[in-house]
């Protein structure tokens, strides 16, 4: 598939997506914004990445000058941790353990996964629920197991794993940009665009 090709095949596939659910998504994270509850966010692969950037964007791209920051931290960033409790438990529980040291009730679980079948995302999502947690899915293909666990999903309508992930950033930069703005209106400050 050529360059062009491949760009003009993802603006069909951002057509269909679901405003409505990236919308939800938005709403969730305003809330746990206003609530200072703290944000975990995880996935494997290319998806560990895509945690890791929204947590960067969250935590210095949607600030707004004079008012509380977001809690942001991405369980896929911390290399020692993950590998010991996949050396003595099992990698199913690399990120379920950090949030152990963590989570509250009403904080909120953000999982990537563009299967939706990874076992150690769907054990997050499960202990993260148990514990009280609001979880978040952001997915491809069908959804998988992810869909049918989470409070709240969006899924990408493709089967490209490629284009899975693109969208899942365009969505993260797409929600920063969106709460910082919604911030801005809520508080009166100005909006600013952040210097990276």
């Not at 899924?155 to 284009?163: A, F, G, I, K, L």
Request: proline content about 4%.
């Amino acid at each position: 598939m050529s360059v062009p090709l491949y760009i003009t095949s993802l603006l069909g596939v951002l057509e269909h997506l679901s405003s409505q659910d990236v919308l939800r998504l938005q709403d969730v994270l305003f809330k746990a914004w206003r609530a200072e509850r703290t944000i975990f966010i995880a996935g494997n692969g290319g998806s560990a990445s895509t945690a890791s950037h929204f947590a960067n964007d969250l935590n210095k791209g949607a600030n707004v000058a004079n008012q509380p920051r977001f809690r942001a931290i991405a369980l896929s960033d911390n290399v020692p941790l993950i590998t010991a409790w996949a050396n003595d438990t099992s990698y199913d529980r690399i990120f379920l353990e950090q949030m152990a040291n963590f989570l509250r009730p009403g904080d909120v679980f953000i999982a990537f996964s563009g299967s939706g079948n990874s076992p150690n995302i769907v054990a997050a999502v499960q202990w993260a629920r148990e514990a009280g947690a609001i979880t978040i899915g952001l997915t491809g293909g069908t959804g998988g197991q992810l869909r049918s666990i989470v409070d709240h999903c969006v899924v990408v309508p493709s089967t490209r794993m490629e284009q899975i992930e693109d969208v899942h950033l365009i969505v993260a930069h797409g929600l920063c940009t969106s709460l910082r703005t919604a911030i801005a209106a809520r508080t009166h400050a100005p909006v600013g665009t952040p210097a990276f």
